[in-house]
């Protein structure tokens, strides 16, 4: 049990700071790389891998005097941005904590794709993986992201696909992955760098296609996951 001298030295190391809570070591390794990529300093933010979701509450309830701001970020699993953060905090708890919520849709691993030309230039480089990098539909819209950046990538390479991505192209075909860089920023007040619009505009006419094509490449990839 922790005296009273002991909170306030702790509130006071951690007044400057926000605390950002995820459920494992590879949410943790992608949050890091996406931040040094938006410009968001790493030591404004204490991190926690809570080794699942089912860990959160307590671990809020253990923090929560003595930062500020809690941010927690999930999966949510289904590929569904409508109200994503009230189904994610029903999952997290039922009480009444004040924190911040944000999902990865439906995986964090579909952030992998949200620049695309990027993950051409970090996949393995078959035929086989460009034909399925060219058929992708959205990043949020990815039915098995995980099992995907595995065959794709190199299971746990995903700190190396990130270096060096366009984040702004990445925050615009990612919904999911936008509102939380944007809501990271806004929490630490920072003037956020993201320039999504512009790349929005550049890249529409291909993300379009690939929507329209979507239900052939939902079987496709379902296909090609098989062989793996």
Known sequence: MKNKWTKR???????DKILLIVEGNTDLEIVKTIFEEALIPLESIDFIAANGMAHMPRIIKEHRNFYDEIVVLV???????????????????????????????????????????????KSKGTERTKEILSR????????????????????????????????NAASSRSPSLRKFVLGISDILRLDSNLKWENEYVRTAGRDVFAKLVDERNLLFTKHWMAKK
Request: glycine share 2%; hydrophobic share 40%.
């Open 9 to 15: 030295i702790m509130k006071k190391n951690t007044e």
């Open 75 to 121: 999966d949510l699993d289904i590929n569904n941005n409508f109200e994503a953060e009230s189904v994610a905090r029903l999952e997290i708890s039922s009480e009444d904590y004040d924190y911040h919520v944000f999902t990865a849709v439906p995986s964090i691993e579909s952030w992998l794709f949200s620049d695309i030309d990027n993950a051409y230039v």
């Open 136 to 167: 992708l539909p959205m990043p949020d819209d990815i039915p098995y992201p995980r099992q995907l950046a595995n065959n794709v990538f190199g299971k746990n390479n995903f700190r190396y696909v990130l270096n060096g991505f366009n984040i």
